[in-house]
């Protein structure tokens, strides 16, 4: 019994000396003259600080659309037609939702920010997700995918960390990765290359081929610890569960 206890102990002791190692990479606290510092009153930034500072300085269409809607919600005007936006500062999340019809095309804008107090007490993760429905059917538009930043807490400075999520263990896997696709004018046919295997298609099974290419979407939590990775077809939506530890994500289980 002595020694079961004992071993238990042990155990414990193990598992909190790994967790209390968990880090991050030193070049992830590696500033650039273009990686800001984030203003805020108070102790610590809340979400619509980080907001402030992503649309301090709007560079794109994207930006500039989102800016000019965080500025008429801060200052208590309606927001144009078909745009909503969601502020939640308890939870740390945004959300700008922006539907647009302009008599031959209609589409859907989500972009969300969110972020999460770290476990090891210096950082703050901040993702930034942006998706688009157009025609029918989510699409890879200019601006849509995830982000995510890493706040220091103690130099009050923020920089991009991951373009996708991959560093931080957010990995999708669609079953088209490394895919060659298009028109071989030599052999005056379309073709596709998958997984080391080429296919030639005619036009007609070359658009349908096209159409059918997966894409991933996000869903950031407005509660909670859980990211959701979308993988859209035509005809099927998959979800990909990931969990975050306080430091890194895990596929949920």
């Not at 019994?1 to 193990?14: E, G, N, T």
């Amino acid at each position: 019994m002595k020694k079961s206890f004992f071993l238990l102990l042990a155990a414990l002791l193990v598992g909190s000396a790994l967790s209390a190692q968990k880090t991050y990479p030193k070049d992830w606290d590696t500033y650039e003259d273009w990686d800001p510092q984030v203003i805020f009153k108070g102790q610590s930034p809340t979400i619509v600080d980080f907001v402030n500072n992503f649309l301090a300085e709007p560079e794109d269409e994207l930006f500039g659309g989102l800016s000019e809607m965080w500025n008429k919600h801060r200052s208590g005007k309606p927001q144009e037609k078909g745009d909503t936006v969601i502020v939640d500062v308890r939870n740390g999340y945004v959300c700008f939702k922006n539907h647009t019809d302009n008599g031959y095309e209609k589409s859907y804008s989500k972009t969300e920010i969110c972020y999460w107090n770290c476990s090891d007490g210096k950082h703050k993760l901040v993702a930034f997700s942006n998706d688009l429905f157009s025609d029918g059917k989510w699409i890879d538009g200019q601006y849509s995918g995830v982000s995510f930043y890493l706040y220091n807490n103690a130099k009050r400075r923020m920089t991009m960390v991951s373009n996708n999520g991959e560093e931080l263990g957010i990995v999708v896997k669609t079953g088209r990765e490394g895919e060659i696709s298009g028109y071989d004018a030599t052999n005056k046919t379309f073709f596709a290359e998958l997984n080391g295997k080429r296919k030639n298609m005619t036009e007609e099974e070359y658009n349908k081929f096209v159409d059918e290419r997966p894409v991933v979407t996000h869903s950031l939590p407005r509660t909670g610890k859980t990211f959701k990775a979308i993988i859209n077809t035509p005809s099927t939506h998959k979800e990909v569960l990931f969990q975050w530890d306080g430091m890194y994500f895990h596929p949920a289980k």
